[in-house]
């Protein structure tokens, strides 16, 4: 049997920042094959392009359903993604904002074909009390609350000191979680977030619940990432030459670059093979972003700007 | 005009017209109703022909069925082992499985040797002694899946074959997995989450029919064997996938409903949602029609997953949940509004029925429309300030009767207590307030047939025969209306359907008994001899 999906579960309500740290998570190149599942019935909440620029796949789920009971679109929309070839190296399902993630996270509990990662509840600092004792919402709140392993309590710059302090307390009480971040912008360790949870549920089985035990899918630590985006053109010549002479260090580069006089390129690089093709219709012309991912040893970040600027021309972008 | 003109004589021919609502002919041009009367008030239009097949029958407009879904046929793929009588597609009458070993023994009696058996419509709640185990499922087969759907959506149960291969056992500790004396899992379980991992152990898939032509076939039939000439899909992917499944299947003349898909609403963007519609708008034809959107937004009573008002469930459980975030739907409704389409609104619990009534109130403060017809669907728990409001606002009900019959003792013990359970589905109140009402089946949660839907509001007795509020039963006349000219108005569809009269579709329900004659409590036996769709003559049986 092939090795479980690492199953990571994002829930909060709405406003917490789930939508700003889902696209923390994709632009992370370690997210590589992620199936992302997400709710777009209130907005288009992640960018389907930089899901794909990544090698992932973006399912929408529905939270309605024909038998007028809850959830059974998760069932379904899962059931596809596991009978795709090859399966995703991970799973990330982004929870509707009035869901329990417990009962998410349950379907990696239950099914040996997946493990449960770490349940993610984001909480806005500012607002976390007043929804917690909303009279429509303030029970699915704290089920949320405490359905955490992992607490990424954001928009901390919105509160003071004292304000944090006692809402941190406050929240902290009334959950399970074994980490807790406070963060702006849902900026936090990503590595964190990715680890097997635990609270799995399962007998040791297919499982590890050691939390140190190295997972080929948890790359997150181990690979540093750099990405670049410009609305000027790339020289092809001055391209080719930069990405022949890319260090070992760089493991894999990918993205789109327009090139002058030949328009939008898909730019994918693993090792010292690289290729550039002409980049899909839909994705938006205009625009180059690259994705780099490498070793701690790959060049600093600085050094990497200095490097791919010099490839790109002064021309705007056809 | 070329047309033939053909008169069919009855015995009687209910209209639902106020100004002639009794009969005995009705005039037939076109596809189309060019008068009613007796034959004297008929014969002026010209040459006609008189089809008198139906003068010992009873003509009733084709029944409206306001709230199904095409999901129906998809189940009939699989057998059914619930504990009421249920007609098949194909006409087969399936009695009731009254017994564990019942079940067992359908199950073995269908099984084919290969592949996963599923059962489903399991309803154990009328079973005295033990619940359903892994033991029994494993008489059925023990090399392969097994799994029992219930009726009430979310319980299910299966053998030790899909425990094995799903690695569930003494020492798995989740939500949802029910476990016997000795620790062992008892192979029923509840959630999505269970569901998830039988179907993944079994390979099962019931996902992957719905929406297809097979299952819009199974769906047609179930249809006209209940003398319904028009049902909707209320609650429709139209992917583009499904969109041209319907559109090959349904106009074709030999397919014997019309269709009324209502675009569900929570899978996109409301902008984009309201922009398919829209877009669909200009493919409807006769017999299938786009325009309807369908929100969700709580879940079920029975399964205390609808959000219900203080002071909540009888047996405490915890209140329901949303389908998504209040705010989201109180935004996506006013979308839909302000592109001028008719929203219809699942709301079980009296919580979700006021928070959207408490929506329509802003939205068309800000932004006025006169004659909506927006609809809060189930509504199954509104008292009369919520009617009064519904009233004021314009908005019409489309209540679930059949829940009296089949979940109301369930409701008097469990989830509501009986002054609530006495009051659901308020049917003499929305009258009395001059609510648009219709009433519902839900299929497949419960099976369509109007009459029968008919039959509970006006009996409103539970499946063990304990009348619930005698105060909101209505007569059978009101009740003929509601499965007839109320569904009609609820789909802006009562200029064309749900009576007979002149230039209205030629849709009839042709009954062998008088509905108004028969004692009420017979009003669900009445057998139907077939439809008329548009003016084709459909029999059940071949005459
Ligand atoms: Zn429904």
């Known amino acids: 049997m092939p090795a479980p999906v690492p199953f990571t579960v994002l829930g909060g309500y709405l406003g917490a920042g789930k939508t700003t740290l889902l696209n923390r998570i994709l632009a992370a190149p370690g997210a590589g094959d992620m199936a992302v599942m997400v709710n777009d019935f209130g907005r288009l909440n992640i960018d389907a392009e930089l899901v794909a620029a990544q090698g992932g796949r973006a399912v929408r789920l529905e939270n309605g359903c024909v038998c007028c009971t809850i959830g059974d679109s998760l069932v379904e929309s899962l059931m596809q993604v596991m009978a795709a070839t090859p399966r995703p190296a991970r799973i990330l399902v982004e929870a509707s904002g009035v869901a329990d993630p417990a009962r998410v996270a349950d379907f990696a509990r239950l099914s040996p074909s997946l493990r449960l990662d770490r349940v993610i509840v984001l909480v806005d600092l500012e607002q976390i009390r007043a929804r917690c004792a909303d009279r429509h919402v303030g029970d699915m709140a704290l089920k949320q609350l405490a359905a955490a392993d992992v607490l990424v309590l954001n928009k901390a710059d919105l509160v003071d000191d004292a304000a944090r302090t006692e809402t941190r307390a406050w929240v902290e009480g009334r959950s399970a979680a074994v980490v807790t971040f406070e963060a702006t912008r849902a900026d936090v360790p990503l590595a964190a977030l990715f680890a097997p949870s635990e609270r799995a549920g399962q007998a040791p089985r297919d499982h590890d619940h050691n939390r140190n035990h190295d997972h080929p899918h948890d790359d997150f630590d181990a690979v540093r990432t750099w990405s670049f985006e410009t609305r000027r053109v790339f020289d092809r010549a001055r391209l080719e030459a930069l990405l022949d002479g890319l260090p070992p260090a760089v493991l894999r580069a990918k993205g789109f670059v327009d090139l002058a006089g030949e328009g939008l390129m898909t730019l994918q690089l693993t090792g010292r093979r690289w290729t550039l093709e002409p980049a899909p219709d839909g994705v938006p012309r205009g625009q180059s972003r690259l994705v780099v991912l490498g070793t701690p040893g790959m060049p600093a970040d600085a050094d990497l700007r200095r490097l791919v600027t010099g490839a790109v021309t002064g021309s705007p972008a056809t | ?543």
């Open chain 2, 1 to 543: 005009m070329g047309e033939t003109t053909v008169i069919y004589p009855a015995r009687k021919i209910i209209t639902m017209l106020a100004a002639r609502p009794q009969a005995t002919h009705v005039a037939v041009r076109g596809g189309r109703i060019l008068g009613v009367g007796d034959l004297d008030d008929l014969t002026g239009w010209g040459d006609y022909e008189i089809d008198d097949r139906f003068a010992d029958k009873v003509i009733l407009p084709g029944f409206v069925e306001g709230h199904s879904h095409t999901l129906e046929g998809v189940l009939w793929q699989y057998t059914y082992v619930g504990f009421f009588d249920r007609t098949g597609p194909d006409g087969h009458h399936w009695p009731g499985a009254k017994s564990i070993d019942e079940v067992v023994a359908r199950l073995r009696e269908v099984d084919t040797g290969s592949g996963p058996v599923v059962g489903w419509g399991f309803d154990p709640i009328y079973f005295t002694g033990r619940r359903m185990n892994k033991d029994d499922l494993d008489k059925v087969a023990t090399d392969r899946s097994v799994l029992v759907l219930h009726a009430s959506g979310h319980l299910l149960n299966v053998n030790s074959a899909v425990l094995n291969a799903a690695g569930v056992t003494a020492d798995t500790d989740v939500h949802g997995v029910f476990k016997g004396p000795d620790g062992e899992p008892t192979g029923e379980m509840q959630e999505f989450a269970a569901l998830y991992m039988a179907f993944e152990a079994s390979g099962a898939n019931i996902y992957n029919q719905i929406g297809g032509e097979s299952s819009l076939h199974n769906f047609g039939r179930v249809c006209h064997l209940a003398g319904v000439t028009t049902a909707t899909d209320l609650y429709a992917r139209l992917t583009p996938e499904t969109t041209a499944a319907l559109l090959r299947v349904v106009p074709d003349p030999s397919f014997p409903i019309r269709v009324v898909p209502a675009y569900g609403a929570l899978a996109d963007t409301p902008e984009n949602g309201a922009a398919l519609v829209k877009s669909l708008m200009d493919k409807s034809s006769a017999k299938l029609r786009f325009g309807l959107v369908k929100m969700m937004t709580d879940g079920s009573i029975q399964g205390f997953t609808a959000r219900i008002k203080w002071p909540g469930y009888y047996n405490g459980a915890p209140n329901g949940l949303w389908n998504a975030p209040p705010e989201e739907l109180v935004r996506a409704f006013n979308v839909f509004h302000d592109a001028g389409l008719q929203v219809h609104m699942h709301t079980n619990g009296n919580e979700a029925s006021e928070l959207m009534l408490d929506t329509i109130a802003d939205t068309l403060a800000r932004n006025p429309r006169p004659d909506h017809r927006h609809t809060l669907q189930h509504a199954q728990m509104m008292d009369e300030a919520l009617l009064r409001r519904a009233k004021a606002l314009g908005v019409a009900v489309n209540m679930f009767a059949n829940h009296l019959y089949y979940w109301g003792e369930q409701h008097l013990a469990l989830t509501l207590g009986p002054e609530r359970a006495h009051r659901m589905e308020p049917f003499a109140t929305a009258q009395r307030l001059g609510v648009p009402y219709a009433m519902h089946s839900d299929a497949p949660v419960t099976p369509v047939a109007p009459l029968f839907t008919a039959w509970c509001a006006v009996e409103r007795r539970t499946a063990e025969g304990r009348v619930l509020g005698e105060a909101e039963k209505i007569s059978v006349a009101d009740a003929l209306r509601a499965i007839t000219l109320g569904a009609a108005y609820t789909l802006k569809m009562d200029h064309e359907v749900g009576s007979i009269e002149t230039g209205k579709r030629a849709d009839f329900a042709i009954l062998e008994q008088d509905p108004l004659a028969v004692p009420s409590a017979e009003l669900k036996d009445i057998p139907i001899w077939g439809t008329v769709l548009g003016g084709i003559v459909q029999p059940l049986h071949a005459e």
